[in-house]
């Protein structure tokens, strides 16, 4: 992977980015999304933002490389921290984390999501969160895809702001409204897995203690594993 040429996860996230858009990348690493993204015309410039200083060095050196120091600004900090207003950004990308994490960043700093349009969120576990967020935040899922890649699955979500009243119910929530309407190889392969996953626990509970906070981890995971059941049926 290069800022040429992205994994198919990244490849993913950059076809969501409009044309011309001003893009915060957070957690930028190699800095490979926003310089592809520039490279391409779809953004005409980007903050990458780390908060870690080796990926932070690695980011300034891929942007210098590239000859795009004009375009792209390299910033170290803590989440959306590093968004100033002059920046007018208008899409934020925040790939290859914890959906507890992603969630935790959007609501450290929710000032910077004013001049904000679309939200390109790509959660490596607990997707949920998200949508969770969404919920109370005027922010609604407009597109999701999953994706395998190297034998891990990845799901991506497209949020853009909206005045709407949003309410998922539970299976949207935990699988997601638009992945739930395709239901496709990759969706059915994850939640068979995670279903599985469940009922493993669940077992592993019922022959252990029995205690207040047990009994409610069953009623959750069993319930969990009611929804998965009726919708890969
Ligand atoms: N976004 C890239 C991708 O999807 O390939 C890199 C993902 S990498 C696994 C996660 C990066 O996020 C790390 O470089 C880490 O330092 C950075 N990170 C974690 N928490 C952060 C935060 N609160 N603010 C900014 N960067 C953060």
Same mark, same amino acid.
């Given at each position: 992977?290069?800022?040429?040429?992205? &994994?198919?996860?990244?490849?993913?996230?950059?076809?969501?980015?409009?044309? $011309?858009?001003?893009?915060?990348?957070?957690?930028?690493? #190699?800095?490979?999304?926003?310089?592809?993204?520039?490279?391409?015309?779809?953004?005409?410039?980007?903050? =990458?933002?780390?908060? =870690?200083? $080796?990926?932070? !060095?690695? =980011? @300034?050196?891929?942007?210098?490389?590239?000859? +795009?120091?004009?375009?792209?600004?390299?910033?170290? $900090?803590?989440?959306?921290?590093?968004?100033?207003?002059?920046?007018?950004?208008?899409?934020?990308?925040?790939?290859?984390? /914890? /959906?507890?994490?992603?969630?935790?960043?959007?609501?450290?700093?929710?000032?910077?999501?004013?001049?904000?349009?679309?939200?390109? +969120?790509?959660?490596?576990?607990?997707?949920?969160?998200?949508?969770?967020?969404?919920?109370?935040?005027?922010?609604?899922?407009?597109?999701?895809?999953?994706?395998?890649?190297?034998? @891990?699955?990845? !799901?991506?979500?497209?949020?853009?702001?909206? &005045?709407?009243?949003?309410?998922?119910? !539970?299976?949207?929530?935990? +699988?997601?409204?638009?992945?739930?309407?395709? @239901?496709?190889?990759?969706?059915?392969?994850?939640?068979? #897995? !995670?279903?599985?996953?469940? =009922?493993?626990?669940?077992? /592993?509970?019922?022959?252990?203690?029995?205690?207040?906070?047990?009994?409610? @981890?069953?009623?959750?995971?069993?319930?969990?594993?009611?929804?998965?059941?009726?919708?890969?049926?």
């Amino acid at each position: 992977m290069n800022e040429q040429k992205l &994994s198919k996860r990244l490849t993913c996230v950059a076809n969501y980015i409009p044309k $011309g858009s001003r893009i915060a990348d957070i957690g930028s690493d #190699h800095a490979y999304l926003p310089c592809f993204a520039v490279l391409n015309g779809q953004a005409s410039f980007a903050v =990458a933002g780390e908060v =870690a200083s $080796g990926p932070f !060095e690695s =980011a @300034k050196e891929q942007v210098k490389h590239s000859q +795009l120091t004009a375009q792209i600004d390299v910033r170290f $900090g803590d989440g959306l921290s590093v968004i100033e207003a002059e920046d007018a950004i208008d899409t934020i990308v925040i790939a290859g984390m /914890g /959906g507890m994490l992603i969630r935790a960043i959007l609501e450290a700093n929710p000032e910077k999501l004013e001049t904000v349009e679309r939200l390109i +969120l790509q959660p490596n576990i607990g997707a949920w969160q998200i949508r969770d967020w969404a919920m109370g935040h005027h922010f609604k899922l407009v597109s999701e895809t999953i994706l395998r890649e190297d034998n @891990k699955i990845y !799901e991506i979500l497209v949020l853009e702001k909206t &005045s709407e009243r949003i309410a998922y119910n !539970e299976k949207e929530r935990l +699988l997601g409204p638009f992945l739930l309407l395709e @239901k496709n190889e990759v969706f059915q392969a994850k939640w068979l #897995h !995670e279903k599985e996953n469940w =009922a493993r626990i669940v077992n /592993g509970i019922q022959h252990g203690q029995e205690t207040e906070q047990n009994t409610e @981890k069953i009623t959750e995971l069993t319930e969990k594993i009611r929804l998965v059941e009726e919708v890969l049926r």
